[in-house]
């Protein structure tokens, strides 16, 4: 037993020098970056001995089973001047840093990232250095209108008039996964809806939403579904007429014109 754990630490340890002897390929740099999904991500990667590269070739791969193609470089030749090969998904953009490259430095930007960039790069100095960085890219909630389940924009409507004021309706169909739809005013603000009426078609929603309104303003229904990172929303203009949600005030002014007329023909009589 004894002899069996040395034999395994010697084997470590020997693991340990191969990896850190230098000039030997190795991870020498780990990382991560995270961005929001639509922002730009820089991956660093930097040549340790910091010599200009400009005549060298570094390449940068994705996903260490797929190996996608990200960027090559050579000699002063990359993909889209030069050299052909860049993975579809990359294509117009990946760019490096010209000017660092004297100084050793092979990172590269990837532009408006994609859900799809997320995951492990490598940066290959072949024959002298591997680094990897995790890249993470947040999600945004957005119209994703590619993907299967996901719910087209909301239909809006006015239903009618009340005496509570003006009846709006929402209309959501097909949507998987299980949508939230909310109803909100221009400022963003949430406001109080009915119960949503749902129909279940085997995992596939259709949901209606009601609300009634008291305000003239721009109204937005919006769906979301938070499990594909989809959101998609509906404006609707909601002209309230004063007149129909507030009766007592014409009557008012209907009073106070009587009032008027009266006041004026004795004024009338009193001049005469
Ligand atoms: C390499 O260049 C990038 C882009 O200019 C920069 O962000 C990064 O700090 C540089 N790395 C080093 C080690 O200088
Ligand atoms: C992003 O990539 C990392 C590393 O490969 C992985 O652990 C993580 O689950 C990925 N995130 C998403 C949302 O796919
Ligand atoms: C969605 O698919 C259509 C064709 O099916 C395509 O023209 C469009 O570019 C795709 N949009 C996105 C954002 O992938
Ligand atoms: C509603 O939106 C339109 C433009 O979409 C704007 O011109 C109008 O002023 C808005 N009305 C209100 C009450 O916010």
């Not at 630490?9 to 340990?16: A, S, Y």
């Not at 050793?104 to 960039?117: H, P, Q, V, Y």
């Not at 004021?165 to 939230?180: H, I, N, W």
């Not at 009426?197 to 309104?213: A, C, E, F, H």
Request: aromatic share 8%; with cysteine.
């Amino acid at each position: 037993m004894w002899d069996l754990h040395t034999t395994t630490d010697m084997k470590l340890l020997l693991l340990v020098c191969l990896l850190t002897w230098p000039g030997i390929t190795s991870a020498e740099e780990t990382g991560f970056v995270t961005v929001a999904e639509g922002d730009d991500a820089v991956l660093p990667c930097s040549l340790s001995s910091k010599e200009n590269i400009q005549q060298m070739i570094f390449d940068w791969k994705k996903d260490e089973e797929k190996q996608k193609q990200v960027f090559y470089y050579v000699k002063g030749k990359y993909y889209n001047y030069g050299l052909t090969g860049q993975d579809q998904q990359f294509i117009g953009r990946v760019s490096h840093f010209q000017d660092e490259l004297k100084f050793g430095n092979a990172s590269i930007k990837i532009r408006n990232t994609e859900l799809a960039d997320n995951g492990s790069y490598t940066c290959i100095f072949p024959e002298k250095q591997n680094s990897h960085i995790t890249l993470y890219v947040v999600p945004e909630l957005k119209v994703r209108p590619n993907i299967s389940g996901a719910v087209l924009k909301p239909w809006v409507t006015i239903l009618g008039v009340t005496e509570d004021g003006t009846q709006l309706e929402c209309e959501v169909k097909r949507a998987s996964p299980k949508p939230d739809v909310i109803w909100q005013d221009h400022a963003g603000n949430t406001i109080p809806s009915q119960k949503p009426q749902m129909t279940d078609r085997g995992g596939s929603y259709d949901i209606i939403l009601l609300t009634t309104v008291t305000k003239t303003d721009n109204y937005t229904c919006t769906a979301t579904q938070k499990e594909i990172k989809h959101r998609v929303s509906a404006k609707i203009y909601v002209p309230v007429n004063v007149s129909d949600s507030s009766p007592p005030w014409i009557t008012g002014g209907f009073l106070c014109t009587i009032l008027l007329l009266v006041l004026a023909q004795c004024c009338v009589c009193i001049s005469n």
